[in-house]
């Protein structure tokens, strides 16, 4: 379902975006939701649909009501696809990001809508509604640019590539823009540089790297025009998981990035007590620094190690496990280290 939704909204994100902020405008933008409640009223006043006016005013609002308003506030432009909104709607609904009203209530042509409260805020306010019912397609492309390769260069001269992933930590006063990664990709280095997708340098003032945690912060510069990325300290077993990064390829002539999908498998504690979880997705070195993502294209940890030992492999062949640092740590990581 979302990647049939992806294809057909894929050309009409700008659309797809109006719709959003008007069927959530109740929890997000009261001064947009007055607006939309005064025309939408006007509006069944005109055509005497009364039941439709207590509707409106309750905050349950239908296609019609979008359309009607698109229209009186000019913004149709060259049309709009019905078809577009409602594949969306339909989602939206399946997603439980709006409830939709009875249909004893209301009229089973006239279906009516209502944004679910913090849950629709929650997403709104991050940008991540259109994650959700668009998928894992449109996930690449939201946050592609921003993940990051490193190259690591040691003192012998060699290189090797590393991952790390864009987060811009703050609020409204301040923000510090920075690129997360492992604290292996940037130790022993003689000199570290940070690249693009695009292949373009990214320039940064300082790094930091946790005593405790395989974790390393580089601070930029100045901010990215990419999307930054989100936490989500909710983890469920199962559940499906996304990676982004730079894994290295065996006959390729350089670094490209690579998307795997996999699932969450384990919660475990190593040797060191780190808490660390298990996922299925596909890595290899390079990936190291790689975000884990999950549905709503929020990082729910950073990729970090292989858990593998030789003798076990040759003498018993037990393959790798993946393992992943949750965003808690980072969280606290961060806390100890950048906002001191």
């Known amino acids: 379902m979302a990647t049939l939704t992806y ?11 109006k719709t959003v902020d008007y069927f959530m405008a109740e929890v997000v933008n009261p ?18 649909k009364p039941n439709s006016e207590t509707f409106i005013s309750l905050g ?24 577009i909104v409602e594949t969306l709607i339909h989602s939206l609904e399946k997603e439980k990001i709006v409830n939709v009203l009875p249909e004893n209530f209301g009229n089973i042509h006239d279906r009516r809508y ?3 409260g913090d849950y629709a805020k929650f997403l709104h306010n991050r ?73 373009i340098e990214i320039h940064y003032s300082s790094i930091k790297v946790d005593d405790k945690r395989d974790l390393g912060f580089i601070e930029l510069e100045s901010q990215l025009e990419s999307a930054t990325f989100h936490f989500n300290p909710a983890r469920e077993i199962l559940s499906e998981v996304l990676t982004i990064g730079y894994p290295s390829i065996p006959m390729t002539k350089q670094a490209y990035q690579v998307y795997h999908k996999g699932e969450l498998n384990s919660f475990v504690e190593d040797y060191q007590d780190n808490q660390i979880f298990l996922f299925s997705a596909k890595t290899s070195s390079g990936n190291s620094g ?22 076990q492999f040759y003498q018993k062949g037990k393959l790798p496990y993946y393992a992943g640092i949750p965003t808690e740590e980072i969280i606290k990581s961060l806390n100890e280290y950048i906002f001191t």
């Open 127 to 199: 940008d991540l509604i259109l994650n959700v019912v668009c998928g894992w397609r449109y996930i690449i492309d939201s946050y592609c640019n921003s993940v990051v390769m490193i190259e690591h260069k040691d003192k012998a001269g060699d290189f090797s590539i590393g991952t790390g992933f864009y987060f811009a930590a703050g609020n409204e006063k301040f923000v510090k823009p920075l690129i997360i990664t492992n604290k292996h990709v940037l130790e022993n280095a003689s000199s570290i540089k940070v690249f693009s997708k695009d292949d």
């Open 290 to 311: 790689s975000p884990i993502i999950d549905k709503y294209g929020m990082v729910i940890g950073i990729v970090t190690e292989e858990l593998f030992e030789k003798e």
């Open 31 to 48: 001064k947009l939701f007055e607006d939309i409640k005064r025309i939408g009223i006007e509006q069944t006043k005109r055509m005497n």
């Open 60 to 83: 349950y609002l239908s296609v019609f009501d979008f359309m009607m308003y698109m229209t009186e506030t000019k913004q149709i432009g060259n049309g709009i696809k019905m078809n």
């Open 7 to 17: 294809h057909i909204l894929s050309s009409n994100i700008e659309l797809a975006k």
């Open 114 to 116: 209502k944004a679910s």
